[in-house]
């Protein structure tokens, strides 16, 4: 039952492309993953006579869920149809409720592809096609999975490579597309950047280092307690508990912390190989490009370099204290990145000087704008502002005290509460402060420099070109203080950034300088 | 681009602070939007003063608090009520010019947004029931950024129609995908 869908786009002089299916190496997939399933099962079968129902329940359910994923896999498999025409990608899925889905190919700003390990034993790779739509990642394109040389081919072809005007090779007319050179033949890329293992502590310097093994812990005893096992009882069936009161509270707490130390860092040099394992950030002819990293789950991100807007320069307070950032690319078909490791992040955590080397050269700039931008700071009266606000969370802190000594009558509130008040009062200025001094602004020859953040300081270069429209805003407080938020919107990265309570003229004259014409003409010098 | 009338380019301008200078757009909104926005208020400050007013009658041993929440809710209502849709109505102004769409909008807190008409995506007018009842309409301009988006609120319904219509015009004229 091959799908025969009407070829719109093509002229009727062309021979209508062929729809394909994903390969068929995903049977196999399922399968072992169907195996996989099992294995639970039959641990519950073989603790059925054992004293543990809920164990039991609870692996039956496991295996349950992978049964039914793997099965529904296979339907997605099996109901899934893709083809690229000259002018559009297109993707149909299911035969009841069938959903067909086609991108223009002149949309297309990225191209990934993902391995998982086994994706990876049989050869395969998942292809997420992304355009410049900012609706969210809903939109893209997801082919899990095809081969890896087709994934290197869909690349090729749908990136860059300029071809004929049509899209198609010249020499190829009426056939199907792929005709594209031989992928990995590309012997003329720039190599930017590539892995040093020197930059492994850098990645260790991040919250998560010591949060994830907190949360880890909290998670297995959330588990462990849920199947109803608990952990007073195994504590007391072993020697723990004796060997625990034989310590000081001193050691004892001196050992937990060691632990979670040595967990956290061990966990995140582990997250570090595994991400960024082979990592190469190289220019590829015909403007793309492209970062590959991963050694259990391969990744393979290209980048369409004309939509390429700027970059992005992350500073998590621990990883500057240290002199190292964190480099991400703004470009249409990259959203907002969640923390981590997104899409558009070109290089793992490294040395500041290293950081800005590869934003220079991924900008084809002499040096990185964001680092010789002389950054013009903000007006006394943002301070202001953000000390006020200081004071209002400590004065709300203070309060909350206050009504907690009312209300609990009898009963005073501890000593100690109180004095924490001085604490949160010194964090609080200290945060104010640290935030203040983040807040600054350049206007480049090419690029819009904006810089903000007190825990996570980000500087962002935004090319002047990228710029497509203005939004200044101004609360009551800004307005009594002469500042004024102003926000350059962009199709790229975040949609946004902000020149944060700058002074209301400068930020004016900023915008107003960054892309002539646009905001200038409704500025007046009254 | 004047396909579009002028229905008060000669209304007075709020006075602006001094420090800002971006001059204010060219229109005021339909007058009756101060109608709507003070429905809209009203029924906000009804829908909270209620759910206190209930969390009061519910919550026993809270009740003297939620007593004095309720009073102030009823007080910050009614202020809200008078004195919101009127101030929006000094603040929130429009323009459209050749080459980009300029709006004025909030009430303490002001906020200019202009985009390129060249950057434009889609131009819709919306109509909530309360709208309809008023015989006014909203128009939504949208860009390729996720947060680029300019809305003129409480337009006259024949008026929103004719701009939606020459702001798609006007859009169409320029190629590419406005990226």
């Known amino acids: 039952m091959t799908p025969t869908g009407a070829a719109t786009d093509a002229p009727p002089t062309t021979v209508e492309v062929p729809w394909q299916r994903l390969d068929a190496r995903m049977i196999a997939v399922d399968g072992v993953r169907l195996a996989g399933a099992l294995v639970p099962l039959a641990i519950a079968v073989l603790l059925r006579n054992a004293d543990a129902t809920a164990v039991v329940s609870t692996l039956r359910t496991l295996a349950f869920i992978g049964v039914a994923s793997a099965l529904h896999d296979l339907w997605r498999w099996s109901t899934t149809w893709y083809r690229v025409t000259e002018a559009r990608v297109e993707v149909r899925t299911g035969v009841v409720s069938r959903r067909h889905r086609s991108m223009p190919r002149d949309r297309v700003r990225r191209v990934d592809a993902t391995a998982k390990l086994l994706h990876r034993a049989f050869g395969l790779a998942v292809v997420t096609i992304a355009s410049g739509e900012q609706s969210g990642a809903t939109d893209d394109l997801k082919l899990d999975a095809v081969t890896t040389g087709r994934a290197g081919e869909l690349r090729h072809l749908l990136l860059g490579t300029p071809v004929a005007p049509g899209g198609l090779p010249a020499d190829a007319p009426g056939r199907s597309t792929w005709v594209e050179p031989a992928p990995g033949a ?14 492994a502590p850098y990645s260790v310097l991040s919250v998560w280092t010591l949060l994830l093994p907190a949360v880890a812990v909290t998670a297995v005893l959330q588990a462990l307690s849920a199947i109803g096992v608990s952990v007073e009882e195994v504590a007391e069936d072993d ?13 004892a707490v001196a050992l937990v912390v060691v632990t979670i130390v040595v967990v956290g860092v061990a966990g995140a040099l582990l997250r570090f190989v595994e991400t960024w394992w082979g990592y190469r950030l190289v220019r590829e002819p015909g403007g793309r490009l492209r970062i590959r990293r991963g050694l259990l789950t391969s990744r393979s991100i290209s980048l369409d370099e004309s939509r390429l807007r700027g970059v992005e320069l992350t500073e998590p307070v621990l990883l500057r204290t240290a002199g190292g950032a964190r480099l991400h690319a703004v470009t249409t078909g990259v959203g907002e990145g969640a923390g981590g490791e997104s899409a558009g992040t070109l290089l793992p955590a490294a040395p500041i000087g290293e950081v800005d080397r590869v934003a220079a050269a991924v900008l084809h700039e002499q040096r990185a704008p964001t680092d010789h931008a002389d950054l013009r700071p903000h007006p006394p009266a943002a301070l202001r502002r953000r000390l006020s606000r200081a004071a209002l969370v400590v004065g709300a802190v203070a309060l909350g005290l206050v009504a907690a000594e009312v209300g609990t009558t009898g009963r005073s509130v501890t000593p100690g509460a109180w004095a924490s008040i001085p604490l949160v009062a010194a964090g609080a200025i200290a945060y104010a402060r640290a935030s203040y001094r983040s807040l600054g602004h350049a206007l480049e020859r090419r690029y819009l420099v904006v810089r903000r953040g007190a825990l996570v300081r980000r500087t962002v270069a935004l090319r002047r070109t990228g710029i497509i429209g203005w939004t200044v805003r101004s609360t009551l407080f800004q307005r009594r203080l002469g500042l004024a938020t102003v926000v350059a919107t962009t199709a790229a990265g975040r949609g946004a950034y902000a020149l944060v309570d700058v002074d209301a003229r400068e930020g ?14 409704f500025i007046t010098d009254a | 681009m004047h396909a579009v009338p002028h229905p008060d380019a000669d209304s007075p301008a709020p006075p602006d602070a001094p420090t800002l200078r971006l001059r ?16 809209r208020a009203a029924l906000t400050a009804v829908g909270v003063v209620a759910g206190l007013a209930l969390l009061a009658a519910v919550v026993e041993p809270a009740r003297t608090w939620l007593s004095l ?19 929006r109505y000094r603040v929130h102004r429009w323009e459209v010019t050749d080459v980009a769409v300029y709006a004025r909008s909030g009430w303490l807190t002001h906020e200019w947004r202009v985009a390129p008409l060249s950057r434009v995506q889609t131009v819709d007018a919306r109509r909530s029931p309360l709208d309809q009842a008023f015989g006014l309409s909203s128009v939504r301009i949208t860009t390729a950024s996720a947060s680029g988006d300019v809305a003129i609120e409480g337009l006259d319904h024949r008026l929103a129609a004719d701009l939606v219509e020459s702001l798609t015009a006007a859009t169409q004229a320029t190629p590419g995908d406005a990226t």
């Open chain 1, 186 to 199: 590309a012997e003329d890329e720039t190599v930017l950047a590539s892995l040093r293992w020197g930059w």
């Open chain 1, 239 to 251: 020697r723990i508990v004796d060997r625990a009161r034989e310590l000081s509270p001193a050691v």
């Open chain 1, 508 to 521: 004016l004259q900023v915008a107003g300088d960054a892309v002539p014409g646009l905001l200038d003409p």
């Open chain 2, 24 to 39: 204010p757009p060219r229109h005021q909104v339909d007058r009756r939007a101060i109608s709507l926005w003070s429905v």
């Open chain 2, 69 to 87: 929440a309720v009073m102030a809710a009823v007080v910050g209502g009614a202020v809200y009520v008078v004195a919101m849709p009127r101030i």
